[in-house]
């Protein structure tokens, strides 16, 4: 069974500073993805960026990047240039390809404040 | 245009009623989930219908029923509810096919249940 593990339940960053949100996950398959979402207070769920397992590139979108290193089963997010608006719960995800089944797996979350 | 929309957002009722939330995506999605968000803000998922057809039924007791009319609309109804149903359920849809690289799953605004 696959498994997502997010170890900070809580960080803090100052304005304008950057932030890295770890996550690690256990899994024996080879074709997957990996995600991070984000839940801010209004409790929309929307998703910041993802990356395909078989990609060695990893993948950015504007301030947000990750550090993608398959061989460890790590997946961190890296926020640059931390915005206010950037204060939510950032969940990491996990979700296999290739049978019936695409359900995502989700780890516990971190919870971002970004301070003024 | 709302891509995943829920109805209710809210919802409070009283133990042993029954009551549904209705889904619907206008994203042309072929797939659609429905995840539970417990008070710890751990999400996990509960099904899945791909073009009306269940693929994903987790360990869910079976008071809880999906509907698929058709493939933009999900439906849950609750039987009975209990004290431990109170959480946020989240709607969200994928266009996601059997051993093909898949879409992100998109989520819609979740509804607050309580039961009281």
């Known amino acids: 069974a696959q498994t997502v593990t997010q170890s900070q339940p809580e960080m803090s960053v100052q304005e304008a500073e950057t932030v890295t949100l770890s996550c690690t996950y256990d899994t024996s398959e080879s074709n997957y993805y990996l995600f991070w979402y984000k839940q801010p207070p209004s409790r929309q769920m929307i998703l910041v960026i993802r990356?395909?397992?078989?990609?060695?590139q990893n993948a950015t979108e504007n301030r947000f990047s990750v550090n993608f290193q398959k061989a460890a089963k790590s997946f961190s997010l890296k926020i640059s240039d931390s915005q206010l608006g950037d204060t939510a719960m950032y969940f990491c995800?996990?979700?296999?390809?290739?049978?019936?089944?695409?359900?995502?797996?989700f780890g516990t979350g971190t919870l971002l404040a970004v301070q003024p | 245009d709302t891509a995943v929309s829920q109805t209710p957002k809210y919802l409070v009722t009283q133990m042993g009623n029954d009551k549904s939330i209705k889904c619907e995506q206008n994203l042309g999605h072929d797939t659609m989930y429905w995840y539970k968000q417990d008070s710890k803000k751990f999400l996990k998922i509960m099904f899945s219908y791909n073009n009306k057809e269940l693929i994903i039924n987790e360990t869910v007791p079976n008071r809880f029923s999906p509907k698929s009319p058709d493939k933009a609309h999900l439906n849950l109804h609750i039987n009975s509810l209990e004290l431990g149903d109170s959480a946020v359920y989240f709607c969200?849809?994928?266009?996601?096919?059997?051993?093909?690289?898949?879409?992100?799953?998109?989520f819609g605004p979740g509804t607050r249940l309580t039961v009281l």
């Open positions: 969200a849809s994928s266009q996601a096919r059997s051993g093909v690289p898949t879409d992100t799953q998109y």
């Open positions: 990356q395909e397992a078989y990609k060695q």
């Open positions: 995800a996990f979700m296999y390809y290739g049978g019936a089944t695409n359900k995502l797996i």
